[in-house]
């Protein structure tokens, strides 16, 4: 299952997760480009990754006991070229240490964890996608980091709430 969104700030694109290992806890990511954030860079990766320890990988950090997936955004760096679909699957997993070659920039622009299942999680990951291109929600944390995640954390758990049909503060 892949998706496109486009609106006046840009565009994602749904990426095919790879099916190797190291893109096992992949639940899914998009390549989103939105010139309109930031004078310098326009493209982020917005990805969600279940979180379980793995022998070989670096342990998790747990924001809250029963968090079952991560959500993360970070801007890739202009000065390693244009990215695009092909490109990407070549990253793999933003969960495996291949994700460290990205050419990302850091900090990481989000990183919010979640108690969901993996079809909720791919349903909030394609609304963050949409909210970014139609300009609702500001990937750019460069224009104001505990402001702009507070937005995003705060969207994103009415969202989720939403999604699964729950009544949720306005």
């Given at each position: 299952m892949t998706g496109t969104w486009s609106g006046a700030y840009g565009s994602a694109q749904e990426?095919?997760?790879?099916?190797?290992?190291?893109?096992?806890?992949t639940v899914c990511h998009w390549l989103i480009i939105a010139p309109a954030y930031h004078p310098l860079w326009s493209q982020y990766v917005l990805a969600v990754v279940r979180l379980r320890d793995i022998d070989g990988r670096p342990p998790i950090h747990w924001q809250f006991t029963g968090a079952t997936h991560e959500y993360l955004l970070v801007a890739l760096d202009p000065g390693k070229g244009r990215q695009d679909a092909a490109t990407m699957a070549a990253f793999g997993n933003p969960a495996s240490p291949e994700f460290g070659h990205l050419p990302r920039l850091t900090p990481t622009n989000l990183a919010i964890q979640f108690e969901g299942t993996d079809d909720e999680m791919r349903e909030l990951a394609s609304l963050g996608a949409r909210s970014v291109v139609e300009g609702l929600l500001d990937p750019e944390t460069a224009n104001g980091p505990e402001r702009i995640r507070a937005q995003w954390k705060s969207s994103l758990v009415k969202t989720l709430a939403h999604i699964r049909g729950e009544v949720h503060a306005s």
């Open positions: 990426l095919p997760v790879p099916d190797n290992a190291e893109a096992s806890e």
